[in-house]
């Protein structure tokens, strides 16, 4: 019976700490400038860009690459591999920008320089 009701409370309590935690507001510190932002937003962005950049490259197929729409798949393929970078940059992008901006971020703009960032950071292809 009370070990029942400690695996009752322990799963209760943390719940209740979560939902509290959640309903407080955040405090932010001072407002930063779209250009204090950006510059903090381009080590997150370079990190997840050389990180798919280098797993392109250390794929053994990229040699052999002929035209954009096989780096392409290689770039697609290699984004699982550099998931902690890309999560890092999209969580500091909802922080910086707004929640939901980071996804927005990543499937628009960042996704659309994608393939000419890796290529320049590869060499182009061979």
Known sequence: MILAALVATSLVVPIAVDRSALSAPLHRGPALSLQQKRAAMTPLISSATECIARTVSADPRFPRV???????????????????????????????????????????????????AVHNLVGGLR
């Open 66 to 116: 002929v035209n954009a729409i096989e780096v392409n798949d290689l770039i697609v393929e290699s984004v699982p591999s550099c998931v902690e970078s890309v999560r890092s940059m999209i969580d500091a992008y909802d922080r910086l920008f707004g929640d939901g901006s980071g996804e927005s971020f990543f499937m628009g703009p960042y996704l659309d320089a994608l393939p000419a």
